[in-house]
């Protein structure tokens, strides 16, 4: 199915007012329904080598595997859609590309990527991410922040060394404990949840969460949620005007109408709740 036409996407990466260069990469195919967003770094300009292999090889991996896809079908191992195995495929094989460059090319020595990774299908969407860029959900005017942060200052979060409030002022608060492409081998979280007409979901990298509250994105989306383009400018601007001291990247998603494949339990099952 193409969901050209059922989901609405904006999406706009910028340098921001520090750095002099971005290393930031955005993908989005809105004809499958897949989204990527990936904030690289590295030594020199190899952080932006290691987030634009994120985004292609992500891409023309899934491309490809959806092709072989039966919709509405799930792994019974696992549990998880085929269309989630796919993207976690494709994570792994972004993963063994970046490091593979960086062990050959010394330019590129210790580059790595944080990565999220959303794909829409049969009204709902998987989410992967490595690292600290995130996904947001708008719904009914609640901004939910659907990704946890592989971050140092988070880990404190959930021990109980800091409060959410302290951990956004904390000095080693840009510190990951996760990223693509490091290391052989990579760790991500991958979830599955249910896409709902009129949901607004937003992936940024931290150069944007980094300068707005949370209730300061929110009050943007909710303000533009009709013209996706504007709501991205006026986000990076806005992330730009409190000092924009990394590169800021947004992509936006917004449901506009239902995308159920024509068969499947997960179909039945929503149906059956509306």
Excluded at 11 to 18: A, I, Y
Excluded at 158 to 168: L, Q, S
Aim: glycine share 10%; net charge negative; aromatic share 6%.
């Amino acid at each position: 199915m193409n969901l050209r036409d059922r989901i609405s996407v904006a999406g706009l990466t910028d340098t921001g007012q520090v750095r002099d260069h971005n290393e930031d990469c955005i993908g989005q195919r809105e004809d499958i329904g897949l989204l990527v967003l990936a904030d690289g770094m590295g030594g020199l300009k190899a952080g932006e080598v290691a987030s634009a292999l994120a985004v292609e090889v992500i891409t023309s991996e899934v491309e490809a595997a959806l092709k072989g896809i039966a919709p509405g079908r799930h792994d019974e191992s696992s549990g998880y859609a085929l269309e989630s195995l796919a993207v976690g495929r494709a994570i792994l094989k972004a993963n063994e590309s970046i490091y593979g460059a960086a062990q050959t090319q010394p330019q590129c020595a210790g580059m790595g990527t944080t990565l999220v990774v959303v794909l829409f299908y049969d009204n709902r969407l998987t989410v992967a991410h490595v690292g600290d860029s995130r996904l947001y959900r708008l719904r009914e005017n609640d901004l939910e922040q659907i990704t946890l942060d592989h971050s140092l200052v988070q880990e404190l979060v959930d021990r109980g060394f800091y409060t959410a409030e302290e951990a956004r002022h904390a000095t080693n608060k840009n510190i990951v404990t996760r990223a693509l492409g490091i290391g052989p081998e990579v760790n991500f979280d991958m979830q599955e949840e249910v896409a709902l007409i009129g949901d607004v979901f937003l992936l940024c990298s931290d150069g944007l969460n980094d300068m707005l509250e949370d209730r300061e994105i929110r009050d943007i989306v909710i303000e533009c949620s009709g013209d996706l383009k504007t709501a991205a400018a006026r986000l990076v601007a806005a992330a730009n005007e409190r000092g924009g001291r990394d590169n800021i990247s947004v992509i936006l998603a917004r449901v506009d109408r239902s995308f159920p494949v024509k068969t499947g339990w997960f179909r039945r099952l929503v149906n059956w709740f509306d």
